[in-house]
Nanobody, 115 residues
Framework: QVQLVESGGDLVQTGGSLRLSCAASGIRFTIYAMGWYRQAPGKQRELVATITGGGTTNYADSVKGRFTISRDNAKNTVYLQMNNLEPEDSAVYYC?????????WGQGTQVAVSS
């Protein structure tokens, strides 16, 4: 059974930092591309950052220079370090694991940034 369990969401003030974690189980973690996506109320889910099994990263323009995605293959965990948070970053953040046609999502973790 595949599980992606996110944690680390919280309420923070503008300019604050959070680190999200996504622990994966039931998959061969090292071969999966991992990603963080977010969805704010009334908006579509959007890509935040991705990281391949080899460590290549990709970021949405809106988070470049503020967010860092990383992975620990020994712990089957992917992280999202978020710095200098803005109210516009408030959303539910989802973890995603993909490999060819295999595609799994976590349940999400809430991030709220107060102005």
């Amino acid at each position: 059974q595949v599980q992606l369990v996110e944690s680390g969401g919280d309420l923070v003030q503008t300019g604050g930092s959070l680190r999200l974690s996504c622990a994966a189980s039931g998959i061969r973690f090292t071969i999966y591309a991992m990603g963080w996506y977010r969805q704010a109320p009334g908006k579509q889910r959007e890509l935040v950052a991705t990281i391949t099994g080899g460590g290549t990263t990709n970021y949405a323009d809106s988070v470049k220079g503020r967010f860092t995605i990383s992975r620990d293959n020994a712990k089957n965990t992917v992280y999202l370090q978020m710095n200098n948070l803005e109210p516009e970053d408030s959303a539910v953040y989802y973890c995603r694991a993909t490999f060819v046609r295999l595609d799994y999502w976590g349940q999400g973790t809430q991030v709220a940034v107060s102005s």
